[in-house]
């Protein structure tokens, strides 16, 4: 039987999460995240803009 989480049980584990770490820390590990992506996907078009060498 699948574990299936309903809204309450999401509800908890995000009151449970933001009572350990504080509203200020998870906004700046959000903000992190953020910006890893945007630089992850930055690199990915810059590669495929970029013609292939021909050795």
Do not use: C, H, Q, Y
Request: net charge neutral; proline share 4%; no cysteine.
């Amino acid at each position: 039987m699948p574990f299936r989480m309903g809204t309450t049980e999401l509800i908890i584990i995000l009151t449970i999460v933001i009572l350990l770490f504080g509203v200020g820390r998870i906004s700046k590990i959000a903000g992190e995240l953020g910006s890893g992506i945007k630089a992850f996907r930055e690199g990915i078009s810059k590669d495929e803009n970029e013609p292939a060498e021909k050795v």
